[in-house]
């Protein structure tokens, strides 16, 4: 009989400190030392009259655990007594090598080697964070209605699985709004939901490329891009970007074609140059000649501050290779989770099928709630209120630069959308800097962050869009100070 009051004892007293029960504690502990060998097969485990005596436990609880652990087949009952049962093989037990540490240090793919991102919920609500959009002046009681409305149809069917391209009015209400607001050239059956744009990101690289293809990215450019591709097993290939936006030099194509290219040519993210309509016809040009799909990010551009934007890449020219990417967290706010992607007619039918297998869509209430929110014109409202706003955010932050900044740099972008990129000196590196600012509450993000794999860019890149007018002078000198006093060190 194996006595188990060294095995137990103590830490079972332990638990009359916190709020596990002690039966359930006992289990806990006997299918540890179970599934770590420190209990074998085919030992006997005591009475449970003689355990709840050592133990000092109602003999109950002892029985509870036992039949849990025999449920779960870990032990065995008979008339013998209760008997460790053999478990599949496992790793041998080794006494330095806890499960914890073998589990931590099994590899993890390959394409996901290099991914190490720490940033923590609450940091993107600090002031300076890029791409968050003005969280409090998001009009959550309309939102709310309708999504109430949206749950009081009692119809069973919107639990169930939903389709997978879309609730059939919301990809009605998107199609509307991209054809006269960003010119893009579809019908409904051409828009697909995803759950943002990370996820048609994902989606696109999985769905039309091969692992070992290469991607152009912009440099610098959005991680979120990069961060799908290579978890998709693509090559990332950095192009660089000039005023233009995405400048492939000419070879390029010869030496290292694209499969995919990913692009943000109404506002480069994060330099903000447009890319204007010579250099769009030459990339659909060219990226048709290789066989490439141009992957058009348009993630801002709702906010335009200096005139009307132009039109999408996507309705340029008929049968151009472009997926257009569209997201509803800058225009609405980002814990919604929904954004689509148009794609070309001639592609879709086989992408119901593929996207019929890779996804399952849910959000029913939300997305049906979101093309009311459309169809009432209370989106177009929203943006209507949010551009004068973010125009005005943008200009109190250039505002506040001008007066406080002490280092020489030029401020870049900010056409549209709700960042400023900032040069900085060679010797005040921006990792520095960003490092030096969170320390005192603010998160800006450093440039260099933004490399694909190219000559990294040293500056900050700056949301304002969710700090009121009236705090950024007092928040830009924090910032000032807060590297400085880093500077110092
Ligand atoms: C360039 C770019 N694209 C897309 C997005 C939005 O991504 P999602 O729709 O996954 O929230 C962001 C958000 O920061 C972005 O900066």
Known sequence: MTDLTLLLDRRLMRARKDAVPRQRRLYELLRKAILEGRLLAGSALPASRTLAQDLGLARNSVIHAYEQLAAEGYVQTSRQGTIVAALPSRPSP????????ALANVALSARVQSFNRRRTAEQDLLPFMPGIPALDAFPIRAWRRLLQAAWSDPDPALLSYRPSLGEPELRQAIATYVRTARGVVCQADQVIVTGGTQDSLDLCAQALADPGQRVWIEH?????????????????VPVPVDEQGLAPAAGLWRRQPPRLIYTTPSHQYPLGSVMPLARRLA?????????????????????RHDGPPLAAMQGLVPQAPVIYLGTFSKSMFPALRLGFMVVPAALLDRLQGVLGDMVRRGQSAEQIALAAFINEGRFTQHLRKMRPLYAQRQSALRDALVRHWPWPGEVLGGACGLHLALTLPDDLPDLQAAEAALKKGLSPRPLSAYGMGGEPRNGLVIGYANTPAEQMDARVRQLVRAISAGLAR
């Open 94 to 101: 080794s006494m330095n090598d806890g499960p914890e540490e």
């Open 220 to 236: 610098p450019g959005y991680g979120g891009a990069r961060v799908a591709m290579q978890a998709a097993g693509l090559r990332v």
């Open 283 to 303: 990339l659909i040009e060219q990226a048709k000649t290789v066989g490439a799909w141009i992957l058009e990010d348009d993630y801002d551009s709702e906010f």
